[in-house]
């Protein structure tokens, strides 16, 4: 039950009725109006902005619309009071039966407590992570391989269909230095000395396994063979190995994806691709043979200053026109990029979305124009970006791992802490903000790190039932005995602000999906667990507040059912974050 949008609901009804009666226009737009929180508690449980918002498009005083509206709700069978505030604002106190409705829900819904139809069924794209298979994954693929997963799953509990999708880049100039590298650790395992990796290579020792396998499988056979022909076997090897890596890596994190997407089969799949969706670009007139200037990113030794085949991706935003084949007809690294949007928007989904890393900002507006031009400006396209993440211990930088090569490996800071803790921090922050990660605070068992406090809430509340199960033999303490529980009994301030603040949380998982905004869950839940503490603690020093009441069996009872509806919450929202919700803690 979303508290909200209820009482949204029964103001939309109040309205109409009032256009009925000629107090209000009759063709009125009402969008806009909406109930939240009030600002102070004081003044009810929930507030509108109606009168504010439909104030000059009725062309009548906020105060004298919100009068009439008042007046329209006051006998409504769910609201104690309705009053009029200041210029307008609406307040509403609603009635106990109404709080006891959402508890009931939310011991009936469990983990699907706060899913919404936001979505309605849309199908919804998230490519996410993407990393070039050229090493291990590092800590920043590590911050966008959370944001992806955490952002499909609000998508997913608003009621999206999602589909989560790696492109894997395995072709192009990256993945030729790939198979280079490869074939040095593969004279490297054969014996020679190779000395040091030259530069534009990859050192890291990640790829030493990689040359001991194809000494392992091919013997000494490569060293006979041309550089095309070996290197079409080193990349190969190397791609699938590395591969099996990142998934593995991105396994103990808890990332998922349903599809990983070849970039080399846009090319020498079934059909060319890359021609195809030029060829889409050149029918609706925007395509042209011309001239650019270098790209301040692009590589001055693979620059060629002469006659390409150019995108007008200025019509549609972008700051220059972008080449998609180079003049000896070989495909630019953009063209398969445009093949490969071309290719997501013939799968025929609703909504894409591209999760980026920092690095890629500057790519955005070609993305953007190549998706509107060949959708002619129909899709829904969305490029969140996710900032850097600085990995500290005790507020030190960390270095580099050998084995990376020349950075934070994202396997390294998991198999540290675990994934409970990366994947909660990492969502701690807006992604579009920079973030220290201190290795030493995320293992903290303290307030101050908050997912060690938000589990312990949930196991807190675990060990609730486990203690009352001892003491109190006799007492049913069902899902069903739970559920039928005498909530007239829940009185106290505490146990009230614990109920209240849970009949926020479809709110905030809507908006989390609505906003694009994974962060929101963990700050609510942090503030929810803060809540179940605190009344937790008032029984150190008010027995009468304990869960446990050994001589009432049936306040006893109304109070597991609130403990049970907190740990079901704080499940939910945890799942949503792919974070374990415990039983208990050690």
């Known amino acids: 039950m979303n508290v ?79 009053d009029v505030a200041g210029p307008g604002f609406l307040n509403i106190r609603l009635k106990d039966s109404l709080w006891q409705d959402v508890l009931s829900n939310i011991l009936a819904d469990g983990d699907t407590y706060g899913d919404s139809d936001l979505g309605s069924g849309m199908s919804a794209h998230v490519e996410f992570v993407s990393a070039n298979p050229t090493g291990p994954m590092h800590i920043g693929h590590c911050r966008g391989a959370v944001f992806g997963d955490a952002l499909a799953n609000v998508l997913q509990k608003a009621g999206y269909d999602v589909t989560r999708e790696y492109y894997i880049n395995d072709a192009g100039a990256q993945v030729d230095k790939l198979g280079q590298t490869a074939y040095l650790r593969y004279r490297e395992a054969l014996g020679e000395d190779i000395s040091a990796i030259p530069e534009g290579l990859y050192p890291g020792d990640y790829m ?8 392992a499988s091919h013997g000494d056979m490569l060293m006979n063979e041309t550089k095309d022909e070996y290197l079409a076997i080193t990349r190969k090897v190397a791609i699938e190995m590395l ?97 490969y949007h071309y290719n997501k928007l013939e799968r025929g989904f609703d909504h894409y979305f591209n999760v980026l890393g920092a690095d890629h900002v500057g790519y955005i507006p070609r993305l953007k124009a190549a998706v509107s031009a060949l959708s002619d400006g129909k899709a829904s396209f969305e490029t969140p970006v996710t900032q850097l993440v600085k990995v500290l211990r005790d507020g030190v930088p960390v270095t580099m791992s050998k084995r990376a090569g020349t950075f934070v490996a994202l396997r390294d800071v998991v198999d540290e802490v675990g994934a409970d803790p990366v994947r909660f921090m990492m969502l701690m922050r807006k992604h579009d903000s920079a973030l220290d990660f201190d290795l030493s605070k995320v293992v903290e068992q303290s307030k101050e790190n908050p997912v060690f406090y938000v589990q312990y809430a949930h196991a807190r509340a675990c060990s609730v039932f486990r203690m009352i199960a001892e003491r109190m033999l006799e007492l049913d303490i069902s899902e069903a005995a739970l559920a039928n529980a005498d909530f007239d009994l829940l009185s106290d301030d505490g146990e009230r602000e614990l109920i209240k603040f849970m009949a926020r949380y479809p709110r905030i998982a809507e908006s ?75």
């Open 208 to 215: 030493m396994p990689v040359g001991e396998a194809l000494a």
């Open 4 to 82: 909200f949008k209820h009482v949204e609901t029964k103001i939309s009804a109040a309205l109409e009725a009032l256009k009925t009666d000629d107090v209000l226009p009759n063709g009125l737009n009402v969008q806009g109006v909406e109930v939240q929180e009030p600002r102070d508690p004081a003044h009810g449980d929930v507030a509108s902005n109606a009168a504010m918002v439909l104030a000059k498009r009725a062309g009548m005083k906020p105060r004298d619309i919100a009068t009439a509206l008042a007046g329209q709700l006051a006998d409504d069978e769910d609201f104690v009071t309705v």
């Open 243 to 339: 591969m099996a890596s990142i998934k593995e890596d991105l396994g103990a994190l808890r990332v998922k994806h349903d599809v990983f997407f070849s970039e080399w089969s846009l090319i020498h799949g079934q059909t060319d691709q890359v021609a195809e969706s030029i060829e889409k670009l050149k029918a609706h007139g925007l395509i042209y043979q011309g001239r650019i200037p270098k790209p301040i990113d692009h590589d001055e030794g693979e620059w060629e200053d002469r006659e390409q085949t150019l995108f007008k991706s200025t019509d549609y935003g972008d700051d220059m026109d972008r080449a998609l084949m180079k003049s000896d007809g070989s495909y630019t690294y953009f063209a398969n990029d445009v093949a």
């Open 512 to 586: 989390a999906a609505r906003e694009r905004e994974p962060h929101r869950i963990p700050f609510y839940l942090y503030d929810l667990a803060g809540l179940f503490h605190a009344h937790y603690a008032r029984g150190n020093d008010s027995p009468h507040l304990r869960f446990s009441q050994e001589d009432q069996p049936a306040l006893t009872q109304a109070r597991l059912a609130l403990v049970q509806a907190v740990k079901l919450v704080i499940s939910s929202g945890l799942n949503v974050l792919g974070v374990l919700a415990p039983d208990e803690m050690r």
